[in-house]
């Protein structure tokens, strides 16, 4: 008889994926390290085929666990979503909501969010419309949207318009897996500053940047400020400077197959939040208030 999988296997399986070290996430997971790899060799016995391949420095995943691991994330999304749906009154939802987006949002959001709500809501039309945050508010006033998806820890909204947060996403710092930061006792603005700094500039972050930074009397370092976020995970990775950038926007792996560390830094960064607006005064349509309900349904999976 094969062996039963567990949820907690599945925690540490999906937290060293993450980080890419067993001693990491054991402490995320405050677990010790001997139960955590016990409980990994427990998963690949019963799965029956490798997930991890231990190297010099941590851990990567196999092709096999990439696999793996993509439909353990499809099967966590579904349970997340059993939860919004049997608190739904079942009812047939259909018609069209308008819904505006900024370019991180529909980058890193508008995927699972679309599969969501094509599942869930076969008769609703959603109509997705990407611009920038000020034409987006000014769309949201004169009626042309229903709602939006906005990152609202960005600058203060209009006062017709109502916010509420989803995603409160931690900013860290983002390095190569050997640099010497990681292994710091503490890490300041102060000790990133004497680094090559890799600086995003997308979704108004050059400001957000300039504001934290500017309040410990430090700037950064600047070595390239791009658009891409997959230029900056790669130059990252490849140790040619260091960013601090949401856990919303990180993944472990730059395209070229190379390793990104974070870590937490000893002073307060702003968190990277996204919100759903809409108009005061306005109420909302039925279909728009059950795209609220799944939205709110982030608060209990965002990290």
């Known amino acids: 008889m094969s062996r039963q999988i567990t949820l907690r296997q599945i925690e540490y399986f999906l937290s060293v994926a993450d980080t890419g070290q067993i001693s990491h996430s054991s402490n995320?997971?405050?677990?010790?390290?001997?139960?955590?790899?016990?409980?990994?060799?427990?998963?690949e016995d019963a799965v029956g085929v490798p997930l991890l391949a231990r190297h010099a420095k941590g851990v990567r995943l196999t092709d096999a666990g990439v696999r793996f691991m993509r439909h353990v994330q499809q099967a966590?999304?579904?349970?997340?979503?059993?939860?919004?749906?049997?608190?739904?009154?079942?009812?047939?939802?259909?018609?069209?909501?308008?819904i505006g987006?900024?370019?991180?949002i529909s980058a890193y959001l508008l995927p699972s969010l679309m599969s969501s709500v094509t599942r869930r809501f076969r008769n609703l039309q959603v109509e997705i419309i990407e611009r920038e945050r000020e034409i987006i508010e000014r769309q949201l006033l004169d009626g042309e949207l229903d709602m939006?998806?906005?990152?609202?820890?960005?600058?203060?909204?209009?006062?017709?318009?109502?916010c509420e947060t989803m995603i409160r996403s931690p900013r860290r710092?983002?390095?190569?897996?050997?640099?010497?930061?990681?292994?710091?006792?503490?890490?300041?603005?102060?000790?990133?500053?004497?680094?090559?700094?890799?600086?995003?500039?997308?979704?108004?972050?050059?400001?957000?940047?300039?504001?934290?930074?500017?309040?410990?009397?430090?700037s950064p370092r600047v070595r390239m400020q791009s658009t891409s976020i997959e230029a900056v995970r790669s130059l990252v990775a490849l140790g040619e400077g260091v960013t601090i950038l949401s856990d919303l926007v990180y993944r472990p792996w730059s395209l070229e197959g190379n390793r990104i560390s974070r870590r937490d830094l000893s002073v307060a960064v702003p968190t990277m939040d996204v919100g759903a607006v809409w108009r005061r005064d306005v109420t909302l349509s039925r279909q728009v208030r059950a795209l609220l309900d799944l939205f709110r349904s982030w608060k209990h999976s965002s990290s």
Not at 81 to 97: K, R
Not at 148 to 162: C, G
């Open 148 to 162: 939006a998806l906005l990152l609202v820890s960005n600058t203060a909204l209009h006062d017709e318009l109502k």
């Open 76 to 98: 966590r999304q579904s349970v997340q979503e059993a939860v919004v749906a049997a608190q739904e009154v079942p009812e047939q939802i259909s018609g069209l909501a308008r």
């Open 173 to 218: 710092l983002w390095t190569p897996p050997d640099h010497p930061l990681l292994e710091a006792q503490r890490v300041t603005l102060e000790d990133i500053a004497q680094e090559n700094y890799l600086l995003l500039d997308m979704d108004e972050h050059v400001q957000t940047v300039a504001r934290y930074w500017g309040k410990h009397g430090v």
């Open 101 to 104: 987006m900024t370019e991180t």
């Open 28 to 43: 995320l997971c405050n677990v010790s390290q001997s139960s955590m790899t016990i409980a990994l060799q427990n998963l």
